[in-house]
């Protein structure tokens, strides 16, 4: 009996350690069947993306410029994450910020809401992709999207936070590298034009979090 729980908690630790991240929302540029032995192969992991691409197996989801959401699932115990976007066929250095670098801890799900992109986009359609780094290395995963006016108000099923995630704003110097020189610059969230508790953000009612947030009960 010793034996079968010491067998069942290492593959358990196994599991964890291997495990690496899903975009749960918006859906995944690879689908529910990601590679995970690719993830690490900028700038999307298994797939390259062509905007051109007329492929039916790929799901294209409006994201709204105003605020939308982006889901993910961590199988590590603790990721920073960059959400950048682009229109043009993506490369190394044509990427755009999102949003403010976050950091989750604990295992499962967490879902940033609020998440803004360039007025001029609407129209056209992008890519956005979520950089995760942690114990496992830099990764990466990428979503198709056509980007639209407004603000995406239906809450997506896919937006759940699990039970003992927290998040933070946080400083990642290597994940601030990837997104080139284009990048838009979140906005301080104070009418003073002073960064907020050290973290730049954007307008639109995005407030730099002093303390971890317990999801479940708020989400980014």
């Known amino acids: 009996m ?5 067998l069942t908690t290492l593959a358990t630790t196994l599991t964890a350690v291997n495990a ?18 690719k993830e690490g192969n900028a700038p999307c992991g298994a797939i390259v993306p062509s905007l051109s691409s007329t492929d039916s197996k790929i799901t294209v989801t ?50 940033s809401q609020k998440v803004t992109a360039p007025k001029g986009w ?18 990466f995963q990428c979503a198709i999207v056509n980007f639209v006016e407004g603000t995406n108000s239906n809450t997506p099923s896919a937006c759940t936070n699990s039970t003992g995630v927290t998040a933070d704003y946080t400083n990642d110097a ?11 610059t979140p906005a301080p969230s104070g009418d003073d034009g002073k960064e907020s508790a050290g ?12 303390a971890a947030v317990v999801a479940g009960v708020m989400m980014l």
């Open 2 to 6: 010793r034996s079968l729980t010491l």
């Open 20 to 37: 690496h991240f899903t975009i749960n929302y918006p859906p995944s540029l690879e689908g529910s069947s990601i590679d995970e032995s």
């Open 62 to 111: 409006d994201f709204h410029v105003d605020g939308d959401f982006i889901s993910l699932h961590s199988g590590h115990p603790q990721y920073n994450w960059l959400f950048r976007a682009s229109v043009q066929e993506v490369g190394e250095g044509n990427w755009t910020q999102l949003y403010p670098i976050v950091q989750q801890s604990g295992l499962g799900d967490l879902c």
């Open 122 to 139: 609407v129209g056209k359609k992008g890519v956005v992709g979520v950089v995760g780094g942690s114990g496992d290395g830099t990764l």
């Open 174 to 184: 290597e994940l601030s590298k990837l997104v080139g020189e284009h990048v838009e």
């Open 199 to 210: 973290v730049v953000v954007r307008g639109g009612g995005l407030v730099a979090l002093g």
